[in-house]
Every structure is written in structure tokens, then in C-alpha cells.
């Protein structure tokens, strides 16, 4: 499985953020907006749904490793995942509209969850 969440036909850029200018870089004295320590394993992907509204991570190194952010308040979802089936998680995708989740795992399944605060598919 491709680690790289970003096959060339997704758009991930244009998160809100809650600081105002974006940063560039160039600086040296950038501070993070927020800094999520839900996974004590290293990141193996990151992924924007469609608005930019949600930030998903997770890691493989560790079962059930997967954590949603809301971007604008920097909630983690500490409900979420309930399904506990998860096993090690390789890579995950919003649909276009972000009404489904799909989240593939080590065993080769592809597990799809409805994300019903998303009304329009």
C-alpha cells in the first residue's frame, strides 16, 4: 500500500485556521495552532476532508491508532472510532463530499463509515 496520502488528484491545502495569516516558513519563530498528542506513535498519514473542517491521522504502529480533529476548535473526537475492528490502520480517504470514510487496514479490508454530520453526498 502507498504511505503518500496525496495521489496527485486530491486537493488537501485550504485548512481554517483560527490565527489569521498563514505562515510561510521563513520566519524561525512559527508557533504551531495546535499540537495533537493522541497518538503516542509516530504520524504515518494525515488527511483534510473536502472543507477542511476535519483533519484525520493515524499510525501503524499500533492498533486502533486513528484520531479526527475538528481544525477550526482543535477538538479531538475522544468518542471516535467506536468500531474497535479497526485493527492496524495503513491508510484512510474522505469521499468527495465527505459523507464516507474509508479506512483500510493491515488485513487488507477497507472498512466504510458514514459520517452523518455530512448531509450531501
Not at 483534510?48 to 499510525?59: P, T
Request: net charge neutral; hydrophobic share 30%.
Amino acid at each position: 500500500m502507498d504511505d503518500n496520502n496525496n495521489n496527485g488528484d486530491e486537493d488537501v491545502a485550504g485548512a481554517p485556521t483560527t490565527t489569521g495569516t498563514p505562515s510561510t516558513g521563513t520566519s524561525g519563530n512559527e508557533q504551531p495552532i495546535y499540537t495533537m498528542d493522541n497518538l503516542v506513535t509516530c504520524v504515518h498519514g494525515v488527511q483534510f476532508n473536502h472543507d477542511g473542517q476535519l483533519l484525520l491521522y493515524w499510525s501503524k504502529a499500533k492498533k486502533q491508532a486513528i484520531r479526527l480533529v475538528h481544525v477550526q476548535t482543535g477538538k479531538v473526537y475522544s468518542n471516535w472510532p467506536k468500531d474497535r475492528g479497526l485493527n492496524f490502520v495503513h491508510k484512510a480517504t474522505f469521499s468527495p463530499n465527505s459523507g464516507y470514510l474509508a479506512i483500510g487496514n493491515d488485513l487488507g479490508y477497507v472498512k466504510l463509515i458514514r459520517l452523518h454530520f455530512y448531509g450531501a453526498l
